[in-house]
Nanobody, 119 residues
């Protein structure tokens, strides 16, 4: 099992910055990658950014060039640096860890942290 706890969500003005943090504990050694997802009211949860053990990253087109995902060396923490925030970035942000075993993918989720971008 993997436990994830997010922090850093806040109310911020358009154009501002925030850094989200996610603390991972448990069977971290089994994780193949981690990521951030978000869900706005009335919308489906969507991938924001993801990083794999080998260092490969991928981002949603809507955040490329503005958001950066990173981890510490021990993979105890995953961060999401968000710059040039827009009102459409408003959502609950969820930390995710995934484990691949053969054809099965196991996902672990945090409880979420709210980001609100508003004047």
């Amino acid at each position: 099992q993997v436990q994830l706890v997010e922090s850093g969500g806040d109310l911020v003005q358009p154009g501002g910055s925030l850094r989200l943090s996610c603390a991972a504990s448990g069977s971290i050694f089994s994780i193949n990658g981690m990521g951030w997802y978000r869900q706005a009211p009335g919308k489906e949860r969507e991938l924001v950014a993801r990083i794999a053990r080998g260092g490969n990253t991928n981002y949603a087109d809507s955040v490329k060039g503005r958001f950066t995902i990173s981890t510490d060396n021990a993979w105890n923490w995953v961060y999401l640096q968000m710059n040039s925030l827009k009102p459409e970035d408003t959502a609950a942000y969820y930390c995710n860890a995934y484990r691949v075993r053969g054809r099965e993918v196991y996902d672990y989720w945090g409880q979420g942290t709210q980001v609100t971008v508003s004047p």
